[in-house]
C-alpha cells in the first residue's frame, strides 16, 4: 500500500498523542533495532543494484509478516523534499533516512507507532514508539515486529558480539531506548545540569527534539542509550525504567512546584505572555511558535491554565512545523511566508480564548 500523506498531515501521531503515562513530563517511549541482511555489505560499501535489492527483500520480508502486511509503505528516495521533511516531522523517519542518497523506504502503520525505515544507517531500522511512559509496551511490540521479520530474511549475527551493525555503538543488542521529555521548568530554574549529570551517569545521551545534533527547541529533550555491546535488551530498557528516567520526571516535577511556590506571578506572567503572543502575532518563526507552546503547555499541567486543551496544543505544535504548514496550505513558502502563514494559523485557533 501507498501512502497518501495528504492524508498524514491533518492526524496526531503516536509520538505526540499526549494519552500515555506520565504524560505531563514524558512526550513520548521509542525504542529501535538495528538490523542487517546477511549476505549483503553495509550500506557505506553496497553497490547502487545491492541498495535496491535490499529495499526489494526488506518491503516483501514485511508483506509476508503477518500484520506488518498493512504497512503503508512509501519510497523515500522518490519523495520530495517537502514530504521527505514531513515524516521527519512525525518523527516516521530520522534526518539522515531524509538526507541520504539512493535507494530506500519507509514502512509505517496508521497509528504511527510502527515504522521500518530501509537502507538508513543500516539495512533495516525497526522503530516503535508509544505515547508517554510506556517502555515495557513499547519492547514487547518491536520484539514481535523482529520476531516477524527474522522469520522472512536471514540477520547478520556473531555468536560473540551479537548483532553486526554499520556503527560500533550499536553492536551487541542493536537496540536504542529513547525517552522524548518536556522540561521546561529545569530550564527555567536552571537545573538542567542535573539531567545531563544523570545522564553521563548512565552513558545515556541528551539530544534534541529530531535527535543527533539537534537542538532541544520547545524545551523538548530526547535520553538514550549509547552503548549496546554486552548489555542484554531487559538490562538497558530496566536502567530508564527504574533510575534515570523516574529521576528527570521527579526533578522536573519538584522544579515545577517550586516556581508555583516562590515565583507564581512570573510563571503566570511567561504563560499569559506566550498565550497572548500566539493569539495576536502577525508574524511566527517555528522557533518562537515552539516556546511559546511549551510555556502554554507548562500553563496546562500546573493548573495555571485551562483556557485551552492539550489535543490543541499538539495538535498546533505539529501542524505549525514547517513541512506540514506548506503541505495544509498547499504551495511551497518563503521563510517569511511561512512566519506569515503559521501567525494566522495561531490566530484562527486560538482567537476565541479570553485572557484574564
Not at 499526549?18 to 542487517?36: E, F, K, W
Not at 516535577?253 to 503566570?268: T, Y
Amino acid at each position: 500500500m501507498t501512502a497518501p500523506l495528504g492524508d498524514v498531515v491533518r492526524q496526531l501521531g503516536e509520538w505526540l498523542r499526549g494519552s500515555g503515562p506520565q504524560s505531563d513530563v514524558v512526550i513520548s517511549t521509542r525504542i529501535r533495532l538495528a538490523r542487517n541482511l546477511r549476505g549483503f555489505p553495509f550500506l557505506s560499501r553496497a553497490s547502487v543494484e545491492q541498495r535496491a535489492e535490499l529495499v526489494q527483500t526488506l518491503a516483501t520480508a514485511s508483506r509476508r509478516a503477518g500484520d506488518l502486511a498493512k504497512l503503508i509503505h512509501v519510497d523515500v528516495e522518490k519523495l520530495d523534499e517537502l514530504d521527505r521533511q514531513l515524516l521527519v516531522e512525525r518523527h516516521i523517519i530520522s534526518r539522515q533516512h531524509a538526507e541520504a542518497n539512493g535507494a530506500r523506504a519507509v514502512a509505517f502503520d496508521r497509528e504511527e507507532s510502527v515504522s521500518l525505515m530501509m537502507n538508513e544507517e543500516d539495512h533495516l531500522r525497526m522503530q516503535v514508539i508509544r505515547s508517554g511512559l510506556q517502555l515495557e509496551e513499547a519492547w514487547e511490540l518491536i520484539s514481535r515486529v523482529d520476531d516477524s521479520i527474522d522469520q522472512q530474511v536471514e540477520y547478520a549475527y556473531h555468536a560473540q558480539f551479537g548483532y553486526l551493525t554499520a556503527c560500533p555503538t550499536n553492536v551487541g543488542t542493536g537496540l536504542r531506548v529513547s525517552v522524548m521529555l518536556h522540561l521546561p521548568a529545569l530550564r527555567l530554574t536552571g537545573e538542567l545540569e542535573k539531567v545531563a549529570h544523570a545522564a553521563r551517569e548512565m552513558k545515556l545521551a541528551v539530544r534534541g527534539l529530531f535527535g543527533e545534533g539537534t537542538e532541544a527547541l520547545g524545551d523538548f529533550f530526547q535520553i538514550s542509550n549509547q552503548i549496546t555491546l554486552g548489555r542484554g535488551e531487559l538490562d538497558l530498557i530496566d536502567d530508564f525504567r527504574k533510575d534515570v528516567i523516574p529521576k528527570i520526571i521527579e526533578y522536573e516535577l519538584a522544579a515545577r512546584r517550586s516556581l508555583i511556590k516562590s515565583r507564581q506571578q512570573a510563571v503566570d506572567d511567561k504563560i499569559w505572555r506566550a498565550l497572548g503572543t500566539l493569539r495576536n502575532a502577525r508574524l511566527m518563526s517555528s522557533n518562537e511558535a515552539m516556546q511559546c507552546l511549551s510555556y502554554v503547555r507548562l500553563g496546562l499541567h500546573t493548573g495555571r491554565l485551562s483556557a485551552i486543551d492539550l489535543h490543541t496544543v499538539n495538535e498546533l505544535f505539529l501542524q505549525s512545523q514547517q513541512a506540514h504548514l506548506q503541505k495544509l496550505q498547499g504551495e511551497r513558502l518563503t521563510g517569511e511566508q511561512r512566519s506569515v502563514v503559521r501567525a494566522a494559523l495561531f490566530r484562527s485557533r486560538l482567537g476565541h480564548i479570553n485572557q484574564n
